[in-house]
């Protein structure tokens, strides 16, 4: 990177480069169609107001491995770039609401959780910068009054008692144009949010308390179909194999034989792949609930006896998910190795990358010094390292070698469009669905 600041890149610890260099390779051989692509794609399917992608790149496979509609990493980001979530944020309020003048950010129920509020900070900011007036409705149900939130960076943010008038939720004295979700929903839908007349984005079926991940990775499975098509590449180099599971008590040891036995079928169908590819690694599968987020109810497997052989505490901690919600149903996924490390100390490294409407905005590098190839990073002890661009990933350098910086972080951001656009497609299916049974919908209350 010479002699400037800028934050230095992960090192790609494998020798089984060639496949994703050969996905690389054909990223860039094929950039004007896939830009073209993907144009058509957003004019027919619109995408979420934004998102974040979490990838793993093994070498010989890069993919997405979860897709968050409610970011909450906003001041992990790399501020120099902070224009691009500007521009994105004006162009997404041409589509939404083109007169907005305000909008109310609805954010999480945390009351002690300073990265996430420092994280909304951010998002307060981009949104100002783009030209609205931000308040926050905050849905804590002992919150009787505004409250100032005070920052470590300096920062205060006022979270403000949400009101529903009518059809309308607001503050005192605001009349917002369209709401703003950062809130996940994974308690369930509040009575409160229900039935409103204001533009809601995300939409609230894309909250946790409905949304399935198996759900967006079939719509992920089809697009990677369709992009491998069109860059004649093996769609398994992008795609991560995966089962759902039906439904599943840990606690009572109920539906057990459904994982064990869509555990052997994923590792069989990964084991059969590496042998085609010639890649000489371990298969590992990846179990997690099939709703919500913050690394819980998550582990990973290399044989299906690991899951008969739970223990008392590892059941407990698969059984609850955030907000104590319980696991009812569960995705099983292929394990996507990552063969990226950061620092003196080669702390094991995975790239998540954001977006505002169909752009990227930036992303950064989730570090943990206490995890492996094979494991889930988003646990406690991780950290956050900002994306080294030196310019925006948004294209590539054809100059450079496939696997060059500008190269890389290229292929980042198209791996992430494509599971933005599986995230679009889950929301266009959404919308055309009809209403759930009001009693259905009633899961929290504010």
Not at 286 to 301: E, F, H, N, P
Request: hydrophobic share 40%; glycine share 6%; aromatic share 8%.
């Amino acid at each position: 990177m010479g002699n400037d600041s800028r934050p230095a890149v992960p090192h790609l610890t494998t020798a089984l480069t060639g496949p994703l260099q050969k996905i690389e390779t054909h990223l860039l051989q094929n950039q004007a169609g896939i830009e073209r692509w993907f144009r058509s794609q957003w004019q027919e399917t619109p995408a979420p107001f934004y998102c974040s992608v979490d990838l793993r790149n093994a070498g010989f496979k890069l993919a997405p491995v979860d897709t968050n509609l409610f970011p909450a990493g906003f001041n992990n980001l790399n501020p120099a770039f902070q224009s691009l979530a500007v521009q994105a944020v004006q162009a997404a309020l041409e589509r939404i609401c083109p007169s907005a003048g305000g909008v109310l950010v609805i954010p999480e129920n945390h009351t002690r959780n300073l990265f996430y509020f420092e994280s909304l900070a951010t998002l307060v900011e981009i949104l100002t910068m783009a030209g609205l007036r931000v308040r926050l409705g905050s849905m804590l149900p002992d919150l009787r009054e505004p409250k100032i939130v005070e920052l470590p960076s300096g920062r205060r943010l006022t979270l403000e008692p949400l009101v529903r008038r009518e059809n309308k939720i607001t503050v005192t004295d605001f009349d917002p144009c369209f709401v703003l979700l950062n809130n996940d929903l994974s308690g369930g839908l509040p009575p409160i949010l229900q039935n409103l007349e204001q533009p809601v984005a995300p939409p609230l079926s894309l909250g946790w308390w409905k949304r399935l991940k198996s759900n967006h990775f079939a719509h992920y499975h089809r697009i990677a179909s369709e992009f491998a098509d069109l860059i004649k590449i093996d769609s398994w180099l992008i795609d991560p194999i995966f089962r759902k599971c039906g439904k599943i008590n840990f606690e009572k040891r109920t539906g057990e034989e459904c994982l064990v036995n869509y555990v052997e079928e994923v590792l069989a169908a990964t084991r059969l792949k590496y042998r085609e590819n010639g890649i000489d690694q371990e298969p590992f599968a990846i179990v997690k609930a099939d709703a919500g987020t913050y690394g819980m109810a998550i582990m990973s497997v290399k044989s299906a006896d690991e899951v008969r052989a739970l223990n008392r505490k590892q059941r407990n901690k698969m059984a609850h998910m955030k907000e104590g919600q319980a696991v009812t149903d569960i995705m099983v996924q292929e394990g996507v190795y990552t063969f990226e490390t950061w620092g003196t100390k080669n702390a094991v490294a995975e790239p998540v990358v954001y977006m505002i409407d169909h752009f990227v905005i930036g992303g950064f590098y989730r570090v943990h010094t206490e995890r492996r190839t094979d494991e889930n990073l988003n646990a406690p002890g991780m950290q956050f390292e900002p994306l080294a661009f030196a310019d925006p990933c948004s294209y590539p350098d054809p100059l450079q070698a496939p696997d060059a910086n500008p190269n890389r972080f290229y292929a980042y951001g198209v791996l992430a469009r494509l599971a933005l656009l599986a995230a679009a497609r889950e929301s266009k299916e959404a919308a055309q669905a009809p209403a759930p049974a009001s009693e259905g919908m009633k899961k929290a209350s504010v």
